[in-house]
């Protein structure tokens, strides 16, 4: 059974930092793109950032580039998100999902496996 366990979420003042992980388990982590997306309440889930198997290849929607970056550790089984200048629009329930390809992808259809999520609350 794949379990994908976020954590690090919290709440945090505008222009702050967070760094989110999330812990692989039950899927051979090493071959899995992974990916983080958010939603906030009243709007679609959205794609914030992918990355292929390795970690050599990574995705950000253009809203975060340059202030979010995601990695990975194989080791571990734990793909993280830097979270830097945090914006409130920021703010949103934050998941970890996981895909059976290797290869990287914005598409949250791309992915099969999803965590529970951790909250981010980003105060003005």
């Known amino acids: 059974q794949v379990q994908l366990v976020e954590s690090g979420g919290g709440l945090v003042q505008a222009g702050g930092s967070l760094r989110l992980s999330c812990v692989a388990s039950g899927l051979t982590f090493g071959l899995s793109a992974m990916g983080w997306f958010r939603q906030a309440p009243g709007k679609e889930r959205e794609f914030v950032a992918g990355?292929?198997?390795?970690?050599?290849?990574?995705y950000y929607a253009d809203f975060v580039k340059g202030r979010f970056t995601i990695s990975r550790d194989n080791a571990k089984k734990t793909v993280y998100l830097q979270m830097n200048s945090l914006k409130p629009e920021d703010s949103a329930l934050y998941y970890c999902?996981?895909?059976?390809?290797?290869?990287?992808?914005?598409?949250?259809?791309?992915?099969?496996?999803w965590g529970r999520g951790t909250q981010v609350t980003v105060s003005s």
């Open positions: 990355l292929n198997w390795s970690g050599g290849s990574t």
């Open positions: 999902a996981a895909s059976r390809l290797s290869r990287g992808t914005s598409d949250q259809y791309g992915y099969n496996y």
